[in-house]
């Protein structure tokens, strides 16, 4: 890095300091000590040896996950970052990681939808997150990339308990027009897995509309409690 486009780097840094009263260090520093570790390839959730993997007992509609890592530090902070700070920056760092891992992985045909963010949060963050995230991610795997899903307000996810997570409507998406989908391999982007409803919701329209395999690339995937423990 030349020492002019440093100094500009420097006086952003600055600038955000000043004027929005945070300090965001770059990308590639907040990420500093970030190892990308795989889950498993059915649900995401970290795999433990000497346990079962709880998607032995889930239904799931897609047939494989690709994630960074685990929903914890460095990769959470710099979701939660880049979601809520507005920062496109590190969603385009973690977009990037995301493209780099799913790239050659996937089956021909395959394309890359991101889930879609409601217009009126979108309005008050300054930031469809999960577009920017799909952006970097069909840069990097060289996947095209299509915006097929709408989305109405709801009660954001990360605001619900585990079990309200789960009563998501089914009609909080719908089909945007002439998505096209028929017959097409898509790969769904997100932040982050949690309980996964809101995949499974955009999961069955893409399979309504024809779509004829669905696989999930998240950022990272919370670790869901054991039997006997809370989470």
Not at 25 to 38: I, N, S, Y
Not at 144 to 164: D, F, N, V
Request: charged share 20%; aromatic share 6%.
């Amino acid at each position: 890095m030349n020492s002019a486009t440093n100094r500009w780097l420097v006086l952003l840094d600055h600038l955000i300091e000043d004027w929005v009263g945070m300090v965001l260090p770059r990308p590639v520093v907040a990420m500093q000590g970030f190892v990308q570790e795989d889950g498993c390839s059915w649900c995401g959730e970290t795999i433990h040896p000497e346990e079962p993997c709880p998607c032995a007992t889930r239904r799931l509609y897609w047939t494989r996950v690709f994630r960074l890592g685990a929903y914890a530090p460095p990769l959470s902070v710099s979701i939660l970052q880049g979601k809520y700070a507005a920062w496109p920056e590190m969603l385009a760092l973690l977009g990037t990681l995301l493209g780099r891992r799913i790239r050659g992985c996937v089956p021909p045909n395959t394309v890359i939808v991101p889930i879609p963010m409601p217009l009126i949060r979108r309005w008050f963050r300054r930031i469809d997150h999960t577009y920017i995230l799909a952006v970097h991610a069909s840069k990097a795997s060289g996947l095209p990339m299509r915006r097929a899903l709408w989305r109405r307000e709801t009660t954001p996810q990360a605001a619900k308990t585990a079990s309200g997570r789960k009563l998501l409507p089914r009609n909080s998406m719908w089909l945007r027009p002439l998505a096209r989908m028929q017959g097409r391999n898509v790969l769904l982007i997100d932040d982050v897995l949690t309980t996964g409803k809101t995949l499974e919701v955009a999961s069955s329209i893409l399979q309504r509309a024809g779509t004829r395999s669905i696989q999930v690339a998240a950022v990272a995937v919370t670790e869901l409690p054991r039997k006997g423990k809370k989470l």
